[in-house]
């Protein structure tokens, strides 16, 4: 079974509407990330958490908001989706030992 | 200026050839260095890391850092079709470890 976990895989919704992507993971990790990718842009972090009561914005945070509803569960969601928020969206997780980041599949997301 | 600059490709090469990917970064308090592979319409998978200066190897992969020059790179040798992939480059921005990416090199190994 994979580590870390994204549902939905692919989304297609309309402007305005709101949405939630979810993350789990199985790796026992306390720290969780949210990265948009797109293309020629890299990854760029959207939100993260150290723990479920630690909640940091990232570099681009507007738009997005995000629930740590336990140390294995990280949502992250659109309050009101916007065409330039079609993206592919991923999840990551750390340990507190190091810095290296472990991704999950990511979620396809299309704003008509 | 991007803290980070990497070429975005795609590059070329035949079956067996070496492989050079490199990345450029700004910022002297880095000390992690990370490259993972994508594949198309997968997540980013950790490859190798290095912590500061120097080599490290692992099978058909060799990161190198440069800290001296701001210069890291991945060598691939007798690299093989299933190379082909987005590889990006990462590296910690401070201590609350938020990592930095490079923008990614596509890579295309031909049969």
């Known amino acids: 079974d994979a580590d870390v976990t994204q549902t939905p895989r692919n989304r297609i919704t309309k402007t305005g509407k709101r949405i939630m992507l979810e993350c789990s993971q199985t790796?026992?990790?306390?720290?969780m990330y949210w990265y948009r990718q797109d293309p020629g842009l890299g990854l760029r972090l959207i939100y993260y958490?150290?723990?479920?009561?630690?909640?940091n914005k990232g570099e681009i945070s507007d738009g997005y908001s995000v629930s740590r509803q336990a140390q294995a569960k990280f949502s992250l969601s659109l309050e009101s989706a916007i065409p330039n928020q079609t993206a592919l969206y991923f999840c990551?997780?750390?340990?507190?030992?190091?810095?290296?980041?472990?991704f999950g599949p990511g979620t396809r997301l299309l704003v008509l | 200026q991007k803290e980070v600059e990497q070429d975005p490709g795609p590059l070329s090469v035949p079956e067996g050839a070496i492989v050079s990917l490199n990345c450029t970064y700004s910022?002297?308090?880095?000390?992690?260095f990370m490259w993972y592979r994508q594949y198309s319409r997968k997540g980013p998978e950790l490859l190798m890391y290095?912590?500061?200066?120097g080599n490290k190897e692992d099978g058909r992969f060799t990161a190198q850092v440069d800290k001296s020059s701001k210069y890291i790179s991945l060598f691939i040798r007798d690299s093989q079709p299933s190379d082909s992939a987005t590889y990006l480059c990462?590296?910690?921005?401070?201590?609350?470890?938020?990592?930095?990416f490079g923008s990614g090199t596509r890579l295309l190994v031909r049969p």
């Open positions: 290095t912590y500061s200066s």
């Open positions: 990551a997780t750390s340990g507190q030992e190091t810095g290296l980041q472990y």
């Open positions: 990462a590296m910690e921005g401070d201590s609350s470890y938020k990592l930095i």
């Open positions: 958490s150290f723990d479920v009561k630690d909640i």
């Open positions: 790796k026992g990790h306390d720290r």
């Open positions: 910022n002297s308090a880095f000390q992690y």
